[in-house]
């Protein structure tokens, strides 16, 4: 949980907009006792996806990866035999 002043929040609010979206609550608070008056938080936090091939070091297609496929190939794919 993030806590921000008033102040705060007016100055870094893409910052804390940021923060939000990855998970954290930010909850700003007021006064010199810093009471708590309002949280911040997302509606959904932004997921990113990556395929997880991709992320591997050393990963690389084959050079015919996007040639057409045997016949005998195709016909397995497509449920024949």
């Known amino acids: 949980m ?12 893409s910052r804390l907009l940021q923060q939000a979206q990855q ?9 010199r006792e ?3 008056v309002a949280r911040l938080e997302a509606v959904a ?9 991709l992320e591997t070091p050393g990963f690389a297609l084959p050079a015919d990866f996007f ?3 045997a016949e005998d190939e195709l ?5 024949g035999e």
């Open 2 to 13: 993030v806590t921000s002043t008033v102040f705060e929040a007016k100055t870094n609010l």
């Open 23 to 31: 998970g954290e609550v930010v909850v700003i608070t007021s006064g």
């Open 34 to 36: 810093r009471t708590p």
């Open 45 to 53: 936090p932004v997921v990113k996806q990556r395929l997880g091939a």
């Open 67 to 69: 040639e057409p496929m």
């Open 75 to 79: 016909r397995q794919w497509e449920g």
